[in-house]
């Protein structure tokens, strides 16, 4: 089992930037697919993006593609850069961690059995 806490979060105009950090307890950090997810009030938790475990794959959300960015170091941090925020991207967000060593990231949050706190991103005016 892996701990991981997410920070970064906070309140951002429309049109905004926040970059989001998910630090990871364990020293073997790199056997883990690094995965962002978030919910709204009242909605599903949704899948934003994911990064494998060697950088080299990242999928991500039809919703978020070519305005967020995901990225890791191979010691203990992952990080979800978020430009061009939108009302739509207020929610949690919560890093999670795939250890199954999968071809691809899942999309599915079912399949990560390590996740974090949470941090709360509100975009507004």
């Known amino acids: 089992q892996v701990q991981l806490v997410e920070s970064g979060g906070g309140l951002v105009r429309p049109g905004g930037s926040l970059k989001l950090s998910c630090t990871a307890s364990?020293?073997?950090?790199?056997?883990?697919?690094i995965a962002w997810f978030r919910q709204a009030p009242g909605k599903e938790r949704e899948f934003v993006a994911a990064i494998s475990r060697t950088g080299g794959a990242t999928p991500f959300a039809d919703s978020v593609k070519g305005r967020f960015g995901i990225s890791r170091d191979y010691w203990r941090t992952a990080y979800l850069e978020m430009h061009s925020l939108n009302a739509e991207d207020t929610a949690t967000y919560y890093c999670?961690?795939?250890?199954?060593?999968?071809?691809?990231?899942?999309?599915?949050?079912?399949?990560?059995?390590?996740w974090g706190q949470g941090t709360q991103v509100t975009v507004s005016q």
């Open positions: 364990v020293r073997t950090f790199t056997i883990y697919d």
């Open positions: 999670a961690a795939d250890d199954r060593a999968v071809p691809t990231p899942s999309r599915v949050a079912a399949e990560y059995s390590n």
